[in-house]
């Protein structure tokens, strides 16, 4: 059964630093997403991706972030200057159609 | 906005017995709901989802839930748990933008 795919599994980084985040979403799919899920809070929306552009972002979604789909098969979740509230695991996402999306296994994030 | 309440945090089941998880959401519209489950580690896993129709909707793992357009509930039920249902569980609510909000989840527990 396909699936999303997402790497690295864990990352830990310095306050300041740029990560970036990857995910593959599954092959035949056009609607992507971006989530998070700070320890002990909800999962929360970021950023739905259709089409080579953003459909829809959350308030979280600040200019310290931008997605990308680089090549046909990778979508990147970057931070640019990453703050310490910045630490939470992020959930890539993709839809076929836009109703039901299927999530990958998540990135840990830790800014230190 | 959409919102959803899953009023339990933690719930703990005898391998073999009956589970019901709830659900409310607000949502002004006709929504989307859906069900997923995470394993520790894993990632989120759609167990099911009701767009329209027959309220009673079946999903995978035995899992089914109901649709209460009345009390605004999406409920969770599995007739028989098994030891490897100990997960966490979400409950989300879709609006027209598709992105989703998610409640704060319920841990479950399976003890022998």
């Known amino acids: 059964e396909p699936e999303v795919t997402q790497t690295p599994s864990h990352q830990v980084t310095q306050m300041g630093q740029e990560v970036i985040l990857r995910c593959v979403p599954i092959?035949?799919?056009?609607?992507f997403y971006w989530y998070r899920q700070i320890l002990g809070q909800k999962v929360e929306f970021l950023v739905s991706?259709?089409?080579?552009?953003?459909?829809?972002k959350s308030e979280i979604f600040d200019d310290q972030f931008s997605v990308e789909r680089p090549d046909g098969s990778n979508f990147t979740l970057k931070i640019r200057s990453t703050k310490l509230e910045d630490s939470a695991m992020y959930f890539c996402?993709?839809?076929?159609?836009?109703?039901?999306?299927?999530f990958g296994p998540g990135t840990r994030l830790l800014v230190l | 906005a959409q919102s959803v309440t899953q009023p339990d945090i933690h719930i703990t089941v005898s391998e073999g017995a009956s589970l019901e998880l709830r659900c409310n959401y607000s949502?002004?519209?006709?929504?989307?709901l859906f069900w997923y489950v995470q394993s520790p580690g894993q990632g989120l896993q759609l167990l099911l989802k009701?767009?329209?129709?027959?309220?009673l909707v079946q999903g995978i793992k035995g899992f089914e839930a109901e649709f209460k357009r009345s009390q605004s509930s999406f409920n969770l039920r599995k007739p028989s748990v098994h030891w490897s249902d100990a997960a966490e569980y979400f409950c989300?609510?879709?609006?027209?933008?598709?992105?989703?909000?998610f409640g704060a989840g319920t841990t479950v527990t399976v003890r022998a």
């Open positions: 009701y767009f329209s129709g027959d309220t």
């Open positions: 991706f259709y089409n080579n552009e953003i459909s829809e």
């Open positions: 996402a993709s839809s076929e159609s836009p109703e039901t999306q299927y």
């Open positions: 092959s035949n799919h056009l609607y």
């Open positions: 949502y002004g519209a006709t929504p989307y």
């Open positions: 989300a609510v879709g609006a027209r933008d598709y992105k989703l909000s």
